[in-house]
Nanobody
Framework: QVQLVESGGGLVQPGGSLRLSCLAS????????MGWYRQPPGKQRELVAT???????NYADSVKGRFTISRDNAKNTVYLQMNSLKSEDTAVYYC?????????????WGQGTQVTVSS
């Protein structure tokens, strides 16, 4: 059974920082592309950042220079370090895994963790 469990969300003031973690099980983590997406209130889910098995990263323009995605294959964990947070970063943040198997890529999602940026 595949599980992606996010942690680290919460309430933070504008300009503050948070680090999200996502622990994966049930997949071969080291060969999976991992990502973070978010869904702001009343809006659609959007890409935040991804990291490939080789460590190549991709970021949404809105978070470049403020957020950093990283992975620890020994711990089956992907992280999202969020600095200089803004009110518009308020959203539910979801961990994502794109797991290749038998010539097909299977996509999995975590349950999400709330991040609220407010004074």
């Amino acid at each position: 059974q595949v599980q992606l469990v996010e942690s680290g969300g919460g309430l933070v003031q504008p300009g503050g920082s948070l680090r999200l973690s996502c622990l994966a099980s049930g997949i071969t983590f080291s060969i999976s592309t991992m990502g973070w997406y978010r869904q702001p209130p009343g809006k659609q889910r959007e890409l935040v950042a991804t990291i490939t098995r080789d460590g190549n990263t991709n970021y949404a323009d809105s978070v470049k220079g403020r957020f950093t995605i990283s992975r620890d294959n020994a711990k089956n964990t992907v992280y999202l370090q969020m600095n200089s947070l803004k009110s518009e970063d308020t959203a539910v943040y979801y961990c994502n895994a794109d797991h290749p198997r038998d010539g097909t890529t299977f996509r999995y999602w975590g349950q999400g963790t709330q991040v609220t940026v407010s004074s």
